[in-house]
């Protein structure tokens, strides 16, 4: 998403599980990941995410999207975890859905 956004080229950006809250494996690597640059990314988003995405607390994601310029989307599956097991239909379908909506094809 960062190499996309300043590229004009890139006619859209999608986050799939975007991990706002990683889980360090090691309390001595705690990772941080910094979504800054979204703040200035003009082409439209989709910001995709599993219910249960233990790296994605529905609450922080509705942070970041609520921080983001529009256009954007916030897509929270019911029952999907970070790896959307089980559901990569709803997740196929809520980004052919957007592709479509935004008009990106």
Known sequence: MHAACPDSRVQG?????VPVAPVAAEKEDPRVYSFEFLH??????LL????RDQFG???KLEALAAAVPEPKKLV???GADHFFEG???ELRDAIEAWVRETKLV
């Open 13 to 17: 950006v999608i986050g799939v599980g």
């Open 40 to 45: 200035n990314c003009s082409q439209p988003k």
């Open 48 to 51: 995709v995410s599993g219910a």
């Open 57 to 59: 607390p529905k609450s």
């Open 76 to 78: 929270i599956i019911e």
């Open 87 to 89: 559901r990569l239909r």
